[in-house]
């Protein structure tokens, strides 16, 4: 059984730092894609960044480029995303996603069938 859970948000000012945790379980990470999302209160879940099962390395939106980090540590079966320079506009619910997905990693989340529950990001001063 799949699962995933989201911890690690949370409320920081501009400027400042989080790092988000997803911890996987029912499958073997290096052999599945991981995403992260992100939905604002009346927004679309958005993209974030992603993390491809293999070599095809990992994507990010353009909103985040340069100050988020994806990562993987598959001896723990967590995904982290590393996130700096935190903006307003970052304020959401980030959630996890993971599926067996081919090739370089899609950030659409029709492509993910696997959730989490969501942690939420604040910034705010």
């Known amino acids: 059984q799949v699962q995933l859970v989201e911890s690690g948000g949370g409320l920081v000012q501009p400027g400042g730092s989080l790092r988000l945790s997803c911890k996987t379980s029912?499958?073997?990470?290096?052999?599945?894609?991981v995403a992260w999302f992100r939905q604002a209160p009346g927004q679309e879940r958005e993209g974030v960044s992603c993390?491809?099962?293999?070599?095809?390395?990992?994507a990010y939106a353009d909103s985040v480029k340069g100050r988020f980090a994806i990562s993987r540590d598959i001896a723990k079966n967590i995904v982290y995303l590393q996130m700096n320079n935190l903006k307003p506009e970052d304020t959401g619910v980030y959630y996890c996603a993971a599926d067996d997905i081919e090739f370089r990693c899609p950030m659409a989340t029709i492509s993910y069938d696997y959730w989490g529950q969501g942690t939420q990001v604040t910034v705010s001063s």
């Open positions: 029912g499958f073997t990470l290096d052999y599945y894609a």
């Open positions: 993390i491809s099962k293999t070599d095809w390395g990992a």
